[in-house]
């Protein structure tokens, strides 16, 4: 009895720093959320209020109403994040299915180079892609947000680690049926799949949605402009319109957190199929 006692209040007190872990990171948030609500004076103003004196929706009507390339920037983040999301999930997927069942030349070279690439900061690459881009005409362009993108190291990692654990008999018994090997892959390997794919569409997307080092370094029209660098725009020399900021972040925020809650669900699935052997 002492020891079931002793292990609820270690379960109580593991929730309750639990719960206090969860507000502290809300906290900022929440306050974005209400500074979105409050005039520019009463952001400045440095009065300790965390909930609006004077609620208003002038922040949200200035960005879809007065702001005449708001819109674009959703458009242009919507387009780059989706497009580099399917992408990624099919070119993932299909090399991380060649690398665990597949027999080929170089397959182990090809492996150990994808492991290489994962210690690679993302920084160091920059320069060479934009010098890269500004050589073919990609420069300001979709194409040179999504193309550069279209594959990432880890997820193929991710991806041949969950086709290694995954069952050969469905395999064979698709293959004496007369499937192909593009047609196991399609037909029988990537609904299976769905836990796996649906990590990693989460992950990519947000963290397309919210690049801002790329688009920084080769977008300059403000037309193709995604959100996190059409944000910095309301950010001046002299002045800085953090209620537009605050609002814009909100509208920012929304499709991350949607995608996020509806495929949370698949997070503990696809971390026990892909954390087996190699």
Do not use: C
Request: glycine share 6%; no cysteine.
């Amino acid at each position: 009895m002492t020891g079931i006692s002793r292990f609820s209040w270690l379960k109580l007190l593991l929730y309750f720093l639990l719960s206090v872990y969860a507000l502290i990171t809300l906290i900022p948030f929440l306050w974005a959320l209400s500074a979105s609500f409050k005039p520019l004076s009463e952001i400045v103003s440095g009065e300790p209020n965390f909930l609006p004196r004077n609620f208003t929706l002038a922040n949200y009507q200035q960005l879809f109403q007065q702001e005449p390339l708001f819109l674009r920037w959703l458009f242009n983040s919507v387009i780059i994040a989706v497009s580099v999301t399917v992408l990624n999930l099919l070119f993932n997927s299909m090399a991380g299915y060649a690398l665990a069942r597949l027999r080929f030349a170089g397959k182990r070279f090809w492996f150990f180079l994808i492991l290489a690439v994962l210690a690679v900061p993302a920084q160091i690459t920059l320069i060479p892609t934009f010098l890269i881009l500004k050589a073919i005409g990609w420069l300001n362009s979709y194409q040179g947000m999504i193309v550069p993108s279209m594959v990432n190291a880890t997820f193929i990692f991710m991806m041949r680690q969950f086709f290694v654990n995954f069952p050969r008999e469905l395999e064979e018994a698709a293959q004496l049926d007369g499937l192909n090997t593009f047609g196991i892959f399609r037909h029988i390997v990537l609904p299976l799949a769905k836990p796996a794919l649906a990590a990693q569409a989460v992950f990519i997307f947000m963290g397309s949605w919210n690049n801002f080092l790329l688009p920084v370094v080769i977008l300059f029209e403000p037309e193709m402009f995604t959100l996190p660098l059409g944000l910095n725009t309301f950010k001046g020399q002299y002045i800085s319109y953090w209620n537009y900021i605050m609002a814009a972040s909100m509208v920012f925020t929304l499709p991350a957190l949607g995608i996020y809650a509806f495929f949370n669900r698949y997070f503990i699935q696809s971390v026990t199929f892909t954390g087996g052997k190699g």
